[in-house]
């Protein structure tokens, strides 16, 4: 999630059938569905409102739709063509937004102006935005009052240079002021990659 969508827009034609991606988005998910908090409100129709932060074509988002078909979901992504391969498969309880995500556009796009969001995924998108911290402030802003973020991403390593280190989010998430006791690390998953195995760490934050 460059500001440089082009790159993204080159992968839209394959993204959906790419073996890694779908592992990815399928791990993701279940890991999603294995949290004690998801687990606990999954009956109740709490979740209203979720974001599909880095969506791409949609492969997580949709699996957010089928799982909360009451919710609506908006999937934003910078790639206008990506955008384009998940607004084709018409699923009811999806919006997208093509965009980067920034405070102007909090303030002043229709679909985030005036509603707070109950739950923000972002599977393998936050090691690639131009400001790690600037974008958890953004999402962190559109979160309800316990509403609650959760991210994946490759970890970096002596054998995957791709990706996040667990001490630089941490380091984030302090300059913005997000208490400890509301934020979890956890590694739910490995993935290859050119032949390495790494982890994939997960980041749960909860607003207070």
Known sequence: MSEDDDSWD???SFWDTDETVIEYSNK??????DCGYIKSNENDNKFQYIMDFGCGTGLLTEKL???YPNATII???ISTLMINVLNHKNISNIQTISSELNKELINKHELLKN????????SSVLAFVPNYKDTIDCLYSILKTNGILYSWDWEISETNKMGL?????AESLSELNIPMTHIDYTRPFKMSMQGNESDVFMVHVRKE
């Open 28 to 33: 993701s998910f279940n890991s999603l569905c």
């Open 75 to 77: 999937g934003l992504d």
């Open 10 to 12: 080159a992968c839209a």
């Open 165 to 169: 280190q667990q001490s630089q989010v």
């Open 65 to 67: 739709a089928l799982k």
């Open 115 to 122: 509603i707070k969001f109950d739950l923000i995924v972002c």
